[in-house]
């Protein structure tokens, strides 16, 4: 509806207090993120150099290995939303050890079986973004993305609301995670 189509409804032509007719879902918890956007994703201390110092209830690890671990993600596309992470702090694919590339595939596959086992999604994006210009976050420290994916999981939503409604609390996805772990 263009503004002269408002003005002919009575509305005021500069749109204050007119109603848009679209629901608001107040997502606060976001401002988090956003905020460490504003700063450029720059943070004092790297958050996957610090989980593993932290238990995993409270840094959200699902799983631990020798050269890598298993994170949620805290700003998940779906539940379940996993990141498989070196421990070192390193930025390039092509700088991990052979053994660090081999964990890291290994927790990717296992990851895929337990979200398998515990949630049945009907496929998976996987990936990484290297480097800030690609995408990646946290462009300092690699880790590959393990999104579970649903038929109809993909609406408008997020692309028009810039919105994610999530139906799982992250501790109660990585409780689950954690559990189905070792069974898959």
């Not at 779906?78 to 052979?98: A, I, W």
């Not at 690699?142 to 799982?168: C, E, I, S, Y």
């Amino acid at each position: 509806m263009s503004v002269d189509d408002l003005t002919q409804l009575g509305a005021p032509h500069g749109l204050v207090g007119v109603a848009d007719g679209l629901e608001r879902l107040w997502t606060p918890h976001r401002m988090a993120y956003i905020d460490a956007n504003a700063t450029g994703g720059q943070e004092c201390s790297c958050p996957f150099c610090d989980a593993p110092s932290r238990s995993d209830e409270d840094s959200l690890i699902v799983a631990r290995g020798e050269t890598a671990f298993v994170i949620l993600n805290l700003f998940p596309y779906n539940p379940g939303h996993v990141l498989v992470c070196p421990y070192r702090h390193v930025s390039d694919y092509t700088d991990l050890s052979d053994e660090e590339t081999r964990e890291v595939a290994e927790l990717t596959q296992h990851a895929m079986r337990t979200l398998r086992a515990s949630s049945s999604p009907a496929g998976f994006n996987i990936g990484m973004n290297q480097g800030q210009v690609a995408g990646a976050g946290i462009a300092g420290h690699l880790h590959q993305h393990v999104v579970p994916r649903w038929t109809g999981d993909a609406n408008f939503f997020p692309v028009v609301g810039r919105t994610k409604a999530m139906p799982q609390l992250l501790s109660d996805t990585r409780d689950m995670l954690a559990t189905a772990w070792g069974r898959s």
